[in-house]
């Protein structure tokens, strides 16, 4: 198999060292054997998870050898099932490199441990291996205030939840094995208290939200009227503490990781999400099959997003429950179109809600993108009154990327306007940082910047009242 193993390792090794997308396409199409394309499947698919890292695979062991792997694809099936990080693991991938002259060694370092930079997107694949290669993708909704005069217009049947602020979840339940994936098609591991309840749920994919699982409320629920949103949604803290304390458990390397709950949103079936194919069963059907299922259970820690309201769209009913969810210290709303499908993209039929807020902001400098946007720019670098550099990548046009990237000198000190929500900070710092920035429009009028919202909600915060 090493001549196999040669001819594989030197086609990487020539796509990574080529200029140009073009000349690296045709390189791609050269390459289209199985080995080759379940290879590549290794490097670029998120739901392969091995464990290592070029610190560990240098790392001096001292165990028995556990297997003695014969080619780069046995290697990375014994990572499938060994995918821990042990020493036993290490030195497995440790015995296989070293059969290699030292010219290929750092090659096959990177390439275990999924660090290999060939200079090739998951979309090029995509474009060239259309049937091995699909983009992991799940339904994600669009801007209240890009769909407002729509659903002002339209008028449609809505049900609307609550928009949690934790890690996005998509749980595959088949028989008694449970894959639990991120937005992006990582998988989530150590989440054994969790695993264990949802293993007991029927065969299907569960889409949902992880929240740190905090006993009580904001505020007195006993004390607010049975009609109150406090009632129904779930606001132990505020939405930026609970998604920081959340992601820090979800993120740690504990391999057993306590106090996570799913809050469930909504269910397809295993086949519509393997082969990523539209679901065409109405939001109020599945909610509706998700909420039966869950009340035939007593779990601890798999809950129900509760339905916060379902009926016609009503702009003031929307502007009233945002409000409130607002004092509950919560991020907003989800509207969700009553007969649609789901959807494995971002989709029109489902929408966010939550509060905005904007700040006039001078450039200080820029980053070059990636992908799609290498040559240009991928985003503007403006900081905050606290001295904290923020990125504002997102709401850029392909004009402004290629418009400013190449006359950098003339946007430097000029004003824009962003928006973002809630600021936080990390567990680290007491700094303030901007949550989703995005870039809205030039105010080529202003010569100064204007954060008084952003410091207005900072003094707000420092008063506990945000």
């Known amino acids: 198999m090493k001549g196999l193993d040669l001819k594989l390792i030197n086609g990487l090794i020539k ?25 590549l499947k290794y490097l670029y698919d998120t739901q392969y998870v091995f464990g290592l890292s070029t610190k560990k695979i240098d790392k001096k062991v001292s165990v ?22 042990t020493d036993f693991d290490i030195y497995v991938v440790q015995n296989f490199i070293n059969k290699f002259d ?27 291996y259309p049937n091995d290669f699909k983009k992991f993708e799940i339904m994600a909704g669009e801007p209240y205030f890009d769909r407002i005069d ?16 934790g ?19 990582k998988l989530y591991t150590g989440l054994k208290d969790l695993e264990k309840e949802v293993s007991m749920l029927p ?42 304390e959340t992601a820090s458990i979800v993120n740690s390397k504990d391999e057993d990781k306590k106090d996570i709950a799913v809050f469930l949103f909504d269910m397809i079936p295993l086949e519509n999400f393997d082969n990523k194919i539209q679901y065409d069963v109405p939001t109020e059907v599945r909610k509706a099959k998700l909420e039966t299922i869950l009340s035939m259970f007593k779990f601890q820690y798999v809950k129900y997003a509760n339905i916060l309201y379902a009926g016609k769209f009503d702009q003031t009913l929307i502007k009233k429950m945002l409000d409130e969810m607002i004092l509950l210290g919560q991020e907003g709303l989800m509207i969700n179109y009553s007969n649609a499908s789901y959807e494995f993209k971002r989709t029109n ?27 240009k720019l991928g985003a503007l670098l403006v900081k905050t009154p606290q001295g904290v550099e923020v990125k504002v990548g997102s709401g850029l046009t392909d004009n402004d990327r290629e418009e400013v990237w190449k006359k950098q000198a003339g946007y430097i000190g000029c004003i824009c306007e962003i928006a973002f929500t809630t600021p936080s ?9 901007l949550r989703f920035p995005r870039f809205v429009r030039w105010r080529p009028t202003k010569d100064e910047e204007n954060w008084e919202e952003f410091d207005k909600l900072i003094e707000q915060s420092l008063k506990g009242k945000v």
């Open 15 to 39: 796509i990574k060292e080529t200029s140009g997308n073009n000349a690296k396409e045709d390189l791609l199409k050269e390459n289209d054997s199985p080995e080759f394309k379940q290879i």
């Open 349 to 375: 039929n489902l929408v966010k809600v939550k509060q905005v807020y904007t700040a006039d902001v001078k450039i200080i400098g820029f980053e070059e993108g990636t992908g799609r946007n290498k040559g």
């Open 425 to 433: 900070t990390s567990k680290d710092s007491d700094l303030y940082n």
């Open 64 to 85: 028995e050898l556990k297997k003695d792997c014969e080619s780069i694809l046995e290697v990375f099936q014994y990572l499938e099932e060994n995918n821990t990080g």
């Open 102 to 128: 030292e010219q290929y060694k750092d090659t096959l370092k990177e390439l275990f441990c999924k660090k290999l930079k060939i200079g090739v997107t998951e979309k090029t694949l995509e474009k060239i």
């Open 150 to 165: 729509a659903l002002v217009k339209e008028v449609p049947d809505i049900i609307v939840t609550h928009k949690f602020d």
């Open 167 to 185: 890690q996005r979840v998509l749980i595959r339940v088949d028989g008694n094995e449970v894959k639990m994936f991120s937005r992006n098609g």
């Open 203 to 244: 065969d299907g994919v569960y889409d949902g939200e992880l929240l740190k699982l905090i006993d009580g409320s904001i505020i007195d629920i006993s004390k607010m009227p049975e009609n109150s949103l406090c009632r129904k949604v779930y606001c132990p803290k505020n939405a930026e503490e609970l998604f920081s």
